[in-house]
């Protein structure tokens, strides 16, 4: 029998976390937690955008000076060198506490693992102060889903690389100071063999960002364009044309992401109480009582957050013996993204043709018009780093060991 409470060491842990949580998190910054714009849409909250980013950079120092943006790191790069079950653990106690999750992005993970010696000095330590953003180049108008047919050439040119070519669905290359991208350096190999990840300076002279405009008004893609863009060669993570292999490592961490099970649970707490609210103008019941499909939805979206957990515990138990999650990440990222869109759905037939109305300010939209945004904005994320159709195809064969389609 699977027993998922804490044992005393977890239980220990646990509570060092929350009274850490208790001293340092911003009161604001809680209150904030529920309109911020986590699922790419524009920032909602009460507090203005100044007070926002002082309570961020407060709340972000006290994390970092415990070495708990990159707990899984080595401590002499600025990690706690924590243990697989307690960052979870933190995740979890953070998330109930509706703290922001200050952590590294999935590239510095991945230069932490293929990454020279070099590379890990020049940039690991940015990803700790936050202070460089970065950007994904992965996608190209005719590469998404068959990611190893990436056309943009980078040709060798000296000790540099010259790029040119176009990347899409660039998320946040409008303010992003870095790029991380697959790039064909060997047109002859066989496609998978050809690619090379390399990291790119946003501001290196030949770079134009377009911007693409998203149905939540959101304006957080781009098209990007590369014309002869002179990049070190020593920028290249992993050996020049084994990119691809570097990239799935990438792609492993970024589906992986464990930390949504909670917010997932809270999410649906706040659902339940808001639909418990909700009371018909005639007869005073709930609203919800004339919804018999509406209780069994709900009812549903329950027993799948706590399915959602069960894969998050299932991915922990790997890392903890030290490996990286393949198809299990899969698994876990088609099933919770899949979740998320049937939940916010379950929202907004519960509460109504006024949630799905995109204008906070209307007094007659629940929550700040947070249902609608959620509605609009999840539909992205069965796309976003792959399809699900992609990881059913992922799960088949290198999980069931089905042969390819
Ligand atoms: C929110 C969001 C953020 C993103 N951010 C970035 C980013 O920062 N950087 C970046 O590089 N990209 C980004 N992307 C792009 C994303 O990775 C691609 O959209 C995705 O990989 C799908 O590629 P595509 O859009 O070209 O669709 P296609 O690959 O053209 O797919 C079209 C349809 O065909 C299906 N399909 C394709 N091949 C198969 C197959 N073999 N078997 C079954 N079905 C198949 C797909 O599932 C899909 O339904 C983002 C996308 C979203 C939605």
Redesign the pocket.
Known sequence: MVDFRDTVEDAAWRAEVQSFVDEHLPDQLQADAYFAGSL?GPHRGPMSADQRREAMASWREAVKNRGWIAPAWPKEFGGADMKPMQQFIMREVFSEAQAPLMSVPDVASTIMVHGSDELKKRYLPGFIEGKERW?????????????ASVQTRAVRDGDDFVVNGQ???????QVADMMFALVRTDPDAPKHRGITYLLLDMKSPGISVRPLA?MTGAR??NEVFFEDVHVPASNAVGEINRGWYVGATHLDFERSSIGNAVGFKLRLEKLFNRVKEERDAESGRTTVNHMPSVRTALADRWIEADVARSFSNRIITLQNRGVIANYEASVQKLFSSEFHQRLSNTAVKALGLYATIYDEDDARVPDRAMWGTYYLAT???T????????Q??VIATRGLGLPR?
């Not at 796309?383 to 992609?390: D, F, R």
């Open positions: 790419g950007c994904q180049g992965y996608s190209e108008p005719g590469s998404g889903s068959d990611l990347k899409i669905w660039t998320s946040g290359a998203q957080e893609f539909v992205a994320e796309i976003g780093a792959g399809t699900s159709e992609i059913r195809n389609g």
